[in-house]
């Protein structure tokens, strides 16, 4: 397995990159391609005693910052590590890539050097989020502000194959979100979605309301990427409110510490499960290679986990499982017409 | 101060509404007129000891129940206990008119028997939110699924109102949810109406990530109503799965258990600070009449606490201040063209 990594995405690159990778080589036994400044690279290695041994540096001169336009990477920012990063994927120099850069320039990126898997209209960023019990996969997160019907389908047929073979969900549940259960809810693209999802094969459960999705609506979660984007933020933050609440609580008074003590390593590990940028990255799902986006705050520990789901994809061959489906679906189509 | 009140609508009617009534009489010294079945409502009131002093009873004959399609309330139920009360607050026979039923159907019946305030287009749902500190204004939260940029304008506008008089937050900073803090972030709707917000006299802080919404991102958050509606169930589900991880963590052990004994009041106090149906109702903002949709479970004390929210809402005049605004925009864009 060889990975190829964005070594200056996201808004601790190099450092947390570099350290990822490292623990990755180590506990993973994968091989690692680090594209960015190669003197930059070399120094920060040397400086944090960061061993590249089963690491090959790839020189990039640039840089796509948070601030670039998604389209810069085709253009002024096409010599920065990710679309360098990007071609080498393209040209079989590694199995997968790796980045915590800008979303936006990852989606166009791979969507023009890597491509669409063919029939796949859009590809989407698929995170895997913790539920009540278990993990659902969101799907558009945030690639696709505008989509169309046919497209929200594609999502759910893309997200049961992935819950299936990387999360080994049998038989995957797969939701559309809404604001009520009944078929005509929701906009003309939902009561469409509806319906094409309705006839497919998938185990399509219906509309699911916010309200149950965090708690065990379904295993994968279609959605427009305006609305996934609103979800999984939402998600986040409200987290982070009520984990403060908590600590509110248990810093009231001398006797709410003395519990806070006392549940202290319960607390950490739940708040570190119900942290979904743990889980590691979200698959661009749709595109003909392996690509991942990694949170762009991620850390050492959770860059190695991005990477170690996107071996998962790898050796679950996700892409080439889309390819035939998507391909299967066109074929059945065509006998029909 | 004189309430009508949809005895039949939601879950727990009529039983838990009355007493909510009783309540508030006794506590607020409102005037009730209790909207449903006669018969009923007495025998209710006979069994369960409620003293139906203070409120007057308002024979209906007909139940919208939540299956029935919101424009029966014009057709088939129009004798129901929901359009009864919602004509009697036409006529003026009380100050405000409180349901928990069906919330389509109280949206259409109030617009089309109690009448929008001049000038505005839509009117909104409009639920009031615990954040990390104080509360938000959520607008609109779901009686519109397809908006236009001039409505998502005007909800900042009124739920600025709102704020500034009923919750008494001073100089409300509107927010307009969004995927991204740009002004180009978003649908074509979110970026138009980001210009309309942006160059109106509101205090317009731009764009709000759904992440920063449940933290302190805006005083009002403005959204179309699937937008909107997706992120107030989603605060409920959220709310619900973590205190549950909670009650998880809390019954893990010996040691954990005695924990929880020490902080069950802290936890329960917090619990329902976070239920946003604890704080009452949500009034439909935009109707030239005080109109409030208690939550569909609502018990005795949250419709008791939906029916204060009303009494303040007659009191602060958000009726007319809307209507003065609204007109006040009108003329002097008329005196610009």
Redesign the interface.
């Known amino acids: 397995m060889k990975i190829i990594v964005d070594a200056f995405g996201g808004d601790n690159a190099p450092l947390e990159i570099m350290k990822g990778a490292e623990i990755a080589v180590r506990e993973l036994g994968y091989e690692m391609i680090l594209v960015g400044n190669q003197e930059v690279i070399e120094k920060v290695a040397a400086e944090n005693s960061i061993s590249l041994d089963g690491m090959e540096v790839v020189h990039a001169d640039d840089v796509i910052t948070m601030e670039d336009a998604p389209t810069s990477i085709m253009k002024s920012k096409k010599e920065s590590s990710m679309a360098k990063g990007l071609r080498l994927l393209k040209e079989g120099k590694g199995d997968a890539f790796v980045s915590a850069g800008n979303s936006g320039a990852l989606a166009v990126g791979a969507t023009l050097i890597v491509r669409r898997i063919q029939g796949v209209k859009r590809c989407a960023f698929a995170p895997v989020i913790p539920?009540?019990k278990g993990y659902f996969m969101l799907m558009d997160s945030?690639a696709n502000?505008?989509c169309r019907p046919e497209m929200l389908r594609q999502f759910g047929v893309m997200g049961s194959i992935y819950m299936k073979n990387v999360m080994t969900v049998h038989n995957p549940r797969v939701g559309l979100?809404n604001?009520g259960v009944e078929p005509t809810k929701?906009?003309e693209l939902?009561q469409e979605a509806y319906k094409l999802l309705k006839a497919s094969n998938l185990n399509f459960v219906g509309n699911v309301?916010?309200?149950?999705?965090?708690?065990d609506g379904a295993d994968v979660i279609v959605a427009d990427?305006?609305?996934g984007?609103?979800?999984?933020?939402?998600?986040?933050?409200?987290?982070?409110?009520?984990f403060?609440?908590?600590k509110e609580?248990?810093m009231?008074n001398a006797?709410?510490k003395?519990?806070?003590m006392?549940?202290k390593p319960?607390?950490k590990a739940?708040k570190k499960?119900?942290d979904y940028k743990e889980y590691g990255g979200a698959p661009l799902i749709g595109i003909s290679k392996p690509v991942f986006k990694a949170h762009g705050s991620a850390d050492a520990k959770t860059f190695k986990n991005a990477v170690r789901l996107a071996g998962e994809y790898v050796k679950r061959n996700v892409v080439e499982l889309i390819t035939s489906e998507i391909k299967s679906e066109k074929d059945s189509e065509e006998e029909d017409n």
Request: aromatic share 10%.
């Open positions: 539920k009540d945030g502000v505008e979100a604001i929701g906009t939902y309301e916010a309200r149950e999705i965090p708690l990427g305006f609305t984007n609103i979800i999984i933020k939402f998600y986040e933050g409200m987290a982070k409110a009520l403060g609440k908590f609580v248990l009231k006797k709410t003395i519990a806070a006392m549940i319960e607390l739940l499960q119900s």
